[in-house]
């Protein structure tokens, strides 16, 4: 049995950032990281934009100016303006190119046929130039950019509709035993409803990963063996839970075994998720959780969390920690650190009663957990704690 710290660099050295490239439209790249510099196809603004609403000049000595037309948003007009003369101009609305300034009609006068300003102004006030944010031909945004909404206007203002960005892993979540069914049917004695799938694909799509199938194998060592085998083919990180303990019918560990799956760590000297597996095989990650299912997402967050962030080359990848004020008391029974459901605000933390790894119920309330070394076995109220931040 290895110990936490142990597990967590071992993940940390094998999970390895995915070097592929797939092709996005841009309004579906949200999250996703640019894999090569995007150019602009067009200057932005494309045309002399006008920033205000109000009149665009070709300046002179005198505040008067005669008015020759109007340009609205959207308008292709180029009225030619000599010195002296004004066009009525509204906000986005292209600016003519024999005119060189706009002054907002806040400070104008107007009679219909003649404007006079309030003060003289200076040359290219409250024009946009074309191509100021970017020019025709230049990288717009560099490879490495991780896509947000604000990237995603920018480059949709570009009319760029296809990005090339890496690839997000595909995940397989692999759920093992006889009892379980599918919420929606007639529980039977013996058989309790199938909820770790949903949850961690929930925990995968709210960290933005969508590529994700859900499989479902009997305790049956050949179908174990068949299932485990087509999802590690077929996927770049697989997620099993159950089955991975000693009993005489779990049969995850002995199916990896046989399919070569390289063993990285098999038990972790933790509560919960003692029986936790790692392994790899060619580049294809996997982990195997225990069943139970407070178990399971605790060792999503500490362990598969880590690998998911590497894969997606991201700097940081352990989820953030503090040290929070407890206001519980806990007394920790046996040797093993152990990971604690807890509710973190403002610098305070509270452990939550109930910490079965079967119990979701404490972990559906909970937005931390709290890190009990092994050196410590109880808290009281008013001390430090060191305390996991969930991304929820
Ligand atoms: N003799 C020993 N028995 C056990 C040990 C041990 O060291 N020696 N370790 C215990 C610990 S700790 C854990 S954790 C569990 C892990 O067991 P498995 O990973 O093999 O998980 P299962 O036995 O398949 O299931 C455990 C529990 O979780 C429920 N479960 C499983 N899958 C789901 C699912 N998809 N949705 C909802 N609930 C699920 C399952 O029905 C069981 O109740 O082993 C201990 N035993
Ligand atoms: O490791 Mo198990 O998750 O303690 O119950």
Known sequence: MISIEEAIQLVKNNSKPLIKETIKPTERANGYVLFKDVYSPINMPPFRQSAMDGYALCLHESLKYKLIGEVKAGDSNQP????????????????????????????????GMSITIEHQISLGLN????????????????????LTPAAIGYLISLGITQVSVYKKPNIAIVTTGNELIDAGETLTYGKIYESNSKMLLSALYSLKFYDVTIHKVEDNYFKT????????????????TGGISVGDYDFVGKALNELKVEELFYKVKQKPGKPLFF???????????????????SCFYVYVYIALQNIMNRKIME???????????????????????????????????????S????????????????????????DLVNTVLLPI
Do not use: W
């Open 225 to 240: 063996v068949e299932k485990l085998n087509s999802v590690i083919n077929d996927n770049d990180l697989v997620i099993i």
């Open 80 to 111: 030619i303006l000599k010195h002296g003369e004004a066009v009525r101009i509204f906000t986005g609305a292209p600016v003519p190119d024999s005119a060189n300034a706009i002054m907002m009609q806040e400070k104008v006068q107007s009679n």
């Open 359 to 382: 119990m979701l119920q404490t972990f559906a309330i909970s937005n931390a957990l709290v890190f009990v070394p092994e050196n410590i076995s109880s808290i009281k109220a008013n």
């Open 319 to 357: 989820l953030p920690r503090v040290n929070a004020k407890s206001i519980s008391n806990f007394e920790k029974r046996g040797d093993r650190p152990q990971f604690l459901k807890a509710i973190h605000n403002e610098g305070e933390v509270e452990i939550l009663e109930g910490q079965n790894s």
């Open 279 to 297: 392994g790899k095989k060619e580049r294809t990650l996997v982990f195997a959780l225990p069943g139970n299912p407070a178990a399971a997402l």
């Open 127 to 146: 024009i946009r130039p074309s191509g100021e944010q970017v020019k025709q031909g230049d990288i717009a945004l560099k490879k490495g950019t991780k």
